[in-house]
């Protein structure tokens, strides 16, 4: 059974871009959750997907946006990026409720210079 | 005070000591407790979860829960070189489920 896989690994963007994240579920899981994770602030969660629909929402503010498509593979992306964005963004997928036996993919570090 | 608490470490200990891993917490509505191992540059990885006070064992390692203290433990019983890594714990309510995390010990078992 492939994991939960996020694509691309590495990424570098330059401050007031926009960046995509990519993650593809485990198949027949259908709750996808977002998490930004940095050394000063540990693992923190920005949103859950859930049949195509955002079940809940973290504290971040509205240039953190995400969505999911019918085949439950999710994007989040990030408008205007500022320096603090540097982070290793997590997703994790679980088949019901996220935190029943949620399955992480290996992160997006994504640097902003 | 942040709603779940971890000591960040490092934690060194010698191959083959039980270690004892801690996390607190000040919501009492919090119900599923989860502990979650990290090795460098990967992703968490599920450890135990469990949604009751008590033990809950599996292999090496077992989850404690004391609801009346707000006190989660994980302890590793004959510890490994290959379990250096950092830990997280986890806690979430029954109304989001969403998990809120502590920041994670780095726990480092030497040879």
């Known amino acids: 059974k492939a994991g939960v896989t996020q694509t691309p690994r590495y990424l570098i963007k330059t401050r007031g871009q926009q960046v995509t994240l990519s993650c593809s579920p485990i198949?027949?899981?259908?709750?996808v959750s977002w998490y930004q994770q940095t050394p000063g602030q540990g693992l923190q969660f920005l949103f859950e997907y859930f049949s195509e629909t955002q079940r809940n929402k973290g504290n971040f503010p509205g240039r953190f946006s995400g969505r999911q498509f019918s085949n439950s593979r999710s994007e989040m992306n990030v408008s205007t990026l500022e320096l603090g964005d540097s982070a290793l963004y997590l997703c994790a997928s679980s088949s019901d409720r996220p935190n029943t036996e949620a399955f992480f993919g290996q992160g997006t570090r994504l640097t902003v210079v | 005070q942040k709603e779940v608490e971890q000591d960040p470490g490092p934690l060194s200990v010698p191959e083959g000591a039980i270690v004892s891993l801690n996390c607190t917490y000040s919501n009492s509505a919090f119900q599923y407790f989860m502990w979650y191992r990290q090795y460098s540059r990967k992703g968490p990885e599920l450890l135990m979860y469990t949604y009751s006070s008590g033990n809950k064992e599996d292999g090496r390692f077992t989850a404690q829960v004391d609801k009346s203290s707000k006190y989660i433990s994980l302890f590793i019983r004959d510890s490994q070189p290959s379990d250096s890594a950092t830990y997280l714990c986890a806690i979430a309510s029954g109304g989001s489920y969403i998990p809120t995390f502590g920041r994670g010990t780095s726990l480092i078992v030497h040879p």
């Open positions: 198949s027949g899981h259908r709750s």
